[in-house]
């Protein structure tokens, strides 16, 4: 019997079952293991189908991304009994034997192995049903794929084999550009588990977005672990703005997104194409960390609260844009006085989003080596005092686009209604009674804001 048959299964498709946990990064990366193992003629299973093989791809973030990880495994393990299940991504990557002794892995793989995740799979065979009669195969233990990552792999890995609709429906589509990261900030993990910054070639990129517009998509997201860096190991700076031009390019009736990108790398003609490319999201969500210069310091970040208060005041002097920020509370160095500094910081500028998280330390990072953290009730009242100020943002935004005219992709509607969501340029869903006739980028006109969504309508 194949060992990846269950037991008792019939003679029909071996089915994987896929369980993404953490970023869009990693919503990408399932995409691609999707289309992968869908190209070389495995079936996916369904919720509620069982499985023969379960693909589990994980995050490690914070300490709170590994518990949801493993409780994650242990109940996919109890609902696919007998299937396979291999763990992959940035968890796996930085704690390979510890993923291994969760009860039901068959197999972890680490960042670069998931690549290659068909080839070590093998072919699907259906196989007969079990002999009962059969001796048991002998037990074997977790198979162990997971090399170390900050050595530089090929920049083919960072793109997805196929146009696949990745986490926006039939209309917007991720893709994935880059990968890695140089930066070895204090307290992030993300280089030790995705390896050093490498980039699809410019052809290659633009190919791929040409394949996704083809495939009936009207936005392309840009997206990277440090997507500010595209381009730099190619001996190339400012290619990013090089590449958004060249998949402009391709028609008229689509645009591009941008996800996060490091204020630091958003180099000068990246900022003259948000200024002047309408088909250019208005939206762009910079990572600030903290509003405090000493804590910015211990976190290795290589730019100071005014020179991002300059960017973000800049990019919101040329109209409305949604403007995001990821903060971090109760990092080692920052004491009552210091987080007073980000809030008063981030109270004053014009940003629109707010993603808080309360520090934790990730093994192996310099911010580990220091014991001097906030404690955990201070780091919870930090962030929902954050959390506080960032919906009275969120909301004064959207109120603020009331009586306007942006530009929208409609997203999807309920197969029973009419009603359906916008997505704007300014990253501000609405949701429209009747669907636009026409397809592509549409004016969608703001008209109220009713517990806590926006409601407008289509002209024409």
């Known amino acids: 019997m194949p060992y990846f048959q269950r037991p008792g299964a019939t003679a029909k498709a071996p089915r994987v079952f896929y369980f993404t946990l953490g970023c869009r990064l990693n919503q990408h990366d399932t995409a691609a293991m999707r289309a992968s193992l869908g190209e070389a003629g495995w079936a996916e299973a369904r919720e509620g189908e069982a499985a023969d093989v379960v693909v589990v791809n994980t995050c490690t973030v914070t300490a709170r991304a590994d518990q949801e990880a493993r409780q994650a495994i242990r109940r996919l393990a109890r609902e696919h009994p007998g299937a396979r299940v291999v763990v992959t991504g940035c968890y796996a990557q930085r704690a390979p034997r510890e993923v291994a002794a969760i ?28 002999d009962p009669n059969a001796p048991a195969a002998p037990p074997r233990g977790p198979v162990i794929a997971a090399a170390p990552a900050r050595a530089k792999r090929p920049a083919a890995s960072a793109a997805v084999p196929a146009p696949v609709p990745i986490a926006f429906g039939r209309t917007r589509a991720l893709l994935k550009v880059q990968d890695g990261c140089d930066a070895f900030c204090s307290y992030c993990v993300v280089p030790y588990v995705r390896g050093r910054s490498r980039s ?6 633009t190919d791929r977005a040409r394949r996704l517009l083809e495939a009936g998509f009207h936005e392309i997201v840009l997206s990277g672990a440090d997507l500010g860096a595209y381009g730099r190991d190619l001996g190339r700076r400012g290619l990013l703005a090089a590449l958004i031009e060249a998949i402009l390019d391709l028609g008229a009736s689509h645009r591009v997104r941008i996800s996060s990108i490091e204020p630091n790398k958003v180099d000068p003609s990246l900022l003259a194409l948000a200024e002047s490319e309408p088909r250019l999201c208005r939206h762009f969500h910079l990572p600030l960390q ?18 991002y208060a300059r960017l973000v005041e800049r990019l ?50 310099r911010a580990a080596l220091h014991n001097d953290a906030a404690p955990l009730a201070v780091a919870r009242e930090r962030s929902e ?11 004064a935004f959207h109120r603020s686009l009331i009586g306007s005219l942006r530009p929208a992709i409609v997203e999807g509607a309920r197969p029973s209604v009419e009603s359906c969501i916008a997505m704007t340029d300014v990253y501000a869903p609405v949701r429209l009674e009747q669907r636009p006739p026409a397809g592509g980028i549409v004016p969608v006109r703001v008209d109220a804001l009713r517990d806590g969504a926006l409601l407008g309508s289509a002209p024409g």
């Open 316 to 365: 919101a002097g040329g109209g409305p844009a949604a403007i995001g920020a990821d903060v971090i509370v109760g990092h080692p160095g920052e004491g009552e006085a210091e987080f007073e500094e980000t809030y008063r910081f981030v109270e004053a500028l014009p940003v629109t989003h707010l993603h808080v998280f309360r520090y934790s330390p990730r093994p192996g990072t």
């Open 103 to 130: 009860p039901g892995v068959s197999d972890v793989l680490g960042t670069a192995e998931r690549d290659t995740i068909a080839e070590r799979l093998g072919a699907p065979r259906a196989g007969a049903p079990a």
């Open 290 to 307: 903290s509003g405090s210069p000493a804590v910015l310091g211990a976190m290795r970040r290589p730019y100071d609260p005014s020179a």
């Open 200 to 205: 699809l070639p410019l052809a290659e990129a």
């Open 385 to 395: 005092r954050l959390r506080v100020l960032a919906d009275a943002k969120r909301d």
